[in-house]
Every structure is written in C-alpha cells, then in structure tokens.
C-alpha cells in the first residue's frame, strides 16, 4: 500500500502530470521537456527526480544530457497507463504540450538535415575518424556469408556504401534517405560501381514505402544514434522484413564523445546490447548473435556493435543469442 500511496502523490501534480502524457509517447531529455513545458530546466528537474524516486521513470544519463522514459513495468506501469487512458484528448494545455513538442522534434530533424546536407562531401572521411570501418564491414559481410538476398533494403543509405557492399549477394539493392545531396553522393557512388541492380530514393526510415514482408535483407548501419526514437526504425525494419529474413544493426557501443552530439548531430551516444536487444524482441523479431568491434589497440576511436536478427519463428534453438568478444581492428 505504501508504494501505491507514494505512487499516486508522484503523479497528483499538474506539471508532473504533463511530464507523463508526453513520455507517453516517446523518450525525451530533460532539456527538450523544459522548452515544451515552458519551465526552467531546474524546476522540470525536479519534477523528473520526483517520479523516478516513486519508480514511475527511467533515468539514463549519456554524457551532459539525461533521457527519460516511461517505467512500464509491475505496479508503476499500470497505475500509469491506466491514468494516461483516462486523459482527455482536448485538454487545451495538454494539446499546447503535443504542439509545442512536434515544433521541437521539427527543428531537432531540421538540424539533422541540415548537417547532412553540409557533411555529405566529407561524409566518408568523418566515418573513418570514428570507427574500424573496413573490420566493421568485414564483421558484417561475414555475417551472412554465402547467403543471397532478393530484396536487400539499406534504411538511412547516406552515400551508398552498405548498398555496394552487399551487391554481389543482392538481385536488387534499395537505399532510403532524406537528404537529396547524400542519394545524389550515393548515386555517383553505383553508378561508378557498376551496381546495376542497385537505386536509392528519398524517404523517410520511419514510414517507409514497401509493403510488409518485401525485404530479405534490411540493414541500419550507423544510423540510430542520429534517430529520437531509434525503436521505431527497427519497428519500420521488421515490418517489411520477410519471416526468416535477416536485419543486421551497425551502430556505435555507448562512449562519452559529447562533441559528436554537438558538432555532428548525434541523438546518442552509442547503444548497450540489451537495449539493441530489447527492441528487437518488441518489434517482434529475435536477436541471433551480438558481434563487437574494437578500434586499433592503443588508438583513438569508437567501438562498434553488430546485431543479427530474425523472424523467431524460423529460430528453433530459443537459447539463440550468441555475444561474441570484441574483434580488433
């Protein structure tokens, strides 16, 4: 009873409250919640500590930023959703919230865009300073060696490169982005390469414009960290996934390069392998095997995680996940 009782005096406060509707329906930072409700950084503060203490939140903290989201777990979890279903959908101050977070997520996926557009020239060079980029390749063509794809689908193409390096298993290749110079940087790219079977268009990684099951092969490569709401393009990705079909994730081990976020746009700092994992499992699909890449001894670089999964249907061993130790670049 006690923690019912400190539950619902966590909640029984208008801001706090607000807090609640707006996770709802994503993770955000302390700071982006600030600017939606209006309210100084401090006080907003406040409120967070007051429902992750009553265990209504999840706190991560990543460098000088700190996410938030809803703990929907046992008892917490209920007594929230429960309340958030009672909401009334035209509470004028709550509609003013949902506004005032579209324009902040709007000029978030601005900024992205723009940085895109400006880096796409030195694009592959960036990528280079930050990661074991021909081990990662290497660790991902080994993957699925010896298999052959129909459909191979790159999600957040940039300048083609994932798309080339799976030509030769793939009758045909597609990449989606959003910034027009990168598909034109990726076109070239094909083009020079001779991928006959390969195309990139624009679209958005989050609604995109293939029909459920289409794709043997969906990739992410290296763009997660870049995403609000990474879970929702691994949704997107299992959707059009084939069953038995295949999605390899690229993206960066957690680190504490706060410059990255600020210079190059970056939403996060790397993913652990759970979190990879657990996403994976709500959007339906099974992890396989987590691979780890590590830069040159002694240099300064990002380490890389690879993850596999699949349609657990075609999974018949359950004790599937296989975490391999780090491979040196």
Not at 129 to 143: D, G, M, N, R, S
Request: proline share 4%.
């Amino acid at each position: 009873m006690d923690q019912i009782v400190d539950i619902v005096r966590a909640i029984g406060e208008p801001t706090r409250m607000r807090i609640l509707v707006l996770l709802a329906r994503g993770e955000l930072a302390a700071g982006e919640m600030s600017t939606v409700l209006n309210q100084s950084q401090p006080r907003v503060s406040r409120h967070l500590k007051l429902l992750a203490e009553a265990g209504l939140l999840e706190r991560r903290p990543e460098g000088a930023w700190v996410f938030f989201r809803l703990n929907t777990d046992r008892v917490a979890g209920r007594i929230v959703r429960a309340i958030l279903e009672e909401m009334p959908k035209d509470d004028i101050v709550l509609m003013r919230d949902q506004d005032r977070l579209a324009q902040v997520q709007a000029q978030r996926e601005e900024l992205a865009r723009a940085y895109f557009e400006t880096a796409a020239d030195e694009w592959n060079a960036l990528r280079r300073l930050h990661q074991p980029e021909a081990a990662v390749e290497a660790a991902l063509t080994k993957i699925v060696t010896d298999q052959r794809f129909d459909l191979h689908i790159d999600l957040g193409s940039g300048t083609g490169r994932m798309i080339e390096l799976f030509a030769g298993q793939a009758k045909r290749s597609e990449g989606v982005d959003t910034s027009r110079k990168m598909l034109a940087l990726a076109r070239a790219r094909l083009d020079n390469s001779g991928s006959g079977q390969a195309s990139v268009r624009q679209a958005d990684i989050l609604g995109l414009p293939y029909d459920d099951a289409s794709a043997d092969l969906v990739t992410i490569h290296q763009v997660l960290h870049y995403l609000p709401e990474p879970f929702l393009a691994i949704k997107e990705a299992a959707r059009i996934l084939k069953p038995g079909g295949t999605l390899l994730i690229a993206d960066f081990a957690p680190h504490g390069f706060e410059e990255l976020r600020e210079r190059h746009a970056h939403r996060r700092l790397g993913f652990g392998d759970q979190e990879v994992m657990d996403w994976c499992e709500q959007a339906g699909l099974a992890t396989l095997s987590v691979e780890h890449v590590a830069p040159v001894a002694g240099e300064t670089g990002l380490a890389v995680t690879i993850w596999k999964a699949t349609d657990p249907k075609a999974v018949r061993n359950r004790d599937y996940v296989k975490i391999k130790e780090p491979r040196i670049a």
